[in-house]
C-alpha cells in the first residue's frame, strides 16, 4: 500500500467582530431611494489588528440569531459605538446617545452565548460596557469634557494618547501591558458599580475604571481604544491565542 501524505495547515480562528447599524440616508443623503435601507457598517481598524495577531475576522451583521454565530466563532470582539440603552442599567435617559435597541439585544444575545459556550470576548470601549451591564452592574452617566482625565474631550489624532491606565497585578491586562501604560480615550460612560463575577483591573489617574476582567479568563474589557494606536497591541494577541485553544 502506498503512503499517504497529509499536510496539516494551521486554521486562522475565526473571530466575530460587532458593528453599527443605520440606515441608509446617513451615508447616502444624496439618494433618497436608499434612504431606508438598512445599512451595517464596521471601522476596519479592528479587522487589521486582528489579523495582524493571526485571526481571520468576520464583521457580524446584526440580523440574526447570535447564538447560531457563536457556534461557528473561535472568539469575539464587543466594538466600541454609541450608548447602551439606559433602562438595561436603570440609568438617566436624558445623558445617553446614540443608543441603538437593535444593537443591544444583538451584542447581549451574542455576549450570553459566548459566556455560555466559553468562547474568549474582547470588548473595546462600549464593549467593555456591554460586559459589564450583562453582569447586572452600572455605568457612570456622563463624564464631562473637563472633568478629571478629560476622557470625552475630541482629538483631531485618534492614536494621540490621552493619559496613562495602572494595570492591576496579577490580572491579564498587567500580563499583557505591564503596570502601566499610556492609552487614548473616546468615552463619554464608564464602569460605575462593578458587575457580578467581574474585577477591575485597569484604572486611569482620576480613578475611572479602564480595564475589566471576568474570574474564567475569557472575557477582557478595555475602555481605551487598542485598534487606534499605532504601536502593537497585545490584547489583540490574547484574544486570538484563546481563540486557538
Not at 459566548?114 to 467593555?128: E, F, N, Q, T
Not at 483631531?156 to 491586562?173: F, G, K, N, T, Y
Not at 481604544?225 to 502593537?232: A, G, R, T
Amino acid at each position: 500500500m502506498g503512503t499517504v501524505l497529509r499536510t496539516f495547515v494551521a486554521v486562522a480562528p475565526l473571530v466575530g467582530i460587532t458593528g453599527r447599524n443605520s440606515v441608509g440616508s446617513i451615508l447616502a443623503p444624496g439618494a433618497p431611494h436608499l434612504a431606508d435601507s438598512p445599512v451595517d457598517w464596521f471601522f476596519g481598524e479592528y479587522s487589521l489588528r486582528v489579523r495582524e495577531a493571526g485571526g481571520l475576522a468576520v464583521e457580524l451583521p446584526a440580523i440574526d440569531s447570535p447564538r447560531d454565530y457563536v457556534e461557528r466563532l473561535d472568539a469575539v470582539v464587543l466594538t466600541g459605538g454609541g450608548d447602551i440603552a439606559p433602562e438595561r442599567w436603570n440609568g438617566p435617559i436624558d445623558s445617553s446617545y446614540m443608543v441603538s435597541k437593535e444593537r443591544d439585544a444583538f451584542e447581549f444575545g451574542l455576549l450570553k452565548a459566548a459566556v455560555d459556550s466559553k468562547v474568549p470576548v474582547l470588548g473595546i470601549c462600549r464593549g467593555l460596557q456591554v460586559i459589564n451591564v450583562f453582569f447586572g452592574g452600572t455605568l457612570v452617566p456622563h463624564l464631562g469634557e473637563s472633568e478629571g482625565d478629560r476622557h470625552s474631550k475630541s482629538a483631531a489624532d485618534r492614536a494621540q494618547p490621552r493619559h496613562s491606565i495602572e494595570c492591576v497585578p496579577d490580572s491579564i491586562l498587567s500580563e499583557l501591558y505591564g503596570p502601566t501604560v499610556m492609552v487614548n480615550s473616546f468615552h463619554h460612560q464608564a464602569v460605575d458599580r462593578i458587575g457580578q463575577g467581574l474585577r477591575a483591573t485597569a484604572y486611569s489617574p482620576d480613578g475611572t475604571v479602564e480595564g475589566i476582567e471576568d474570574m474564567s479568563g475569557l472575557l477582557v474589557g478595555v475602555q481605551w481604544h487598542p485598534e487606534m494606536l499605532k504601536d502593537s497591541q497585545p490584547v489583540f494577541s490574547w484574544l486570538v491565542e484563546m481563540a486557538k485553544r
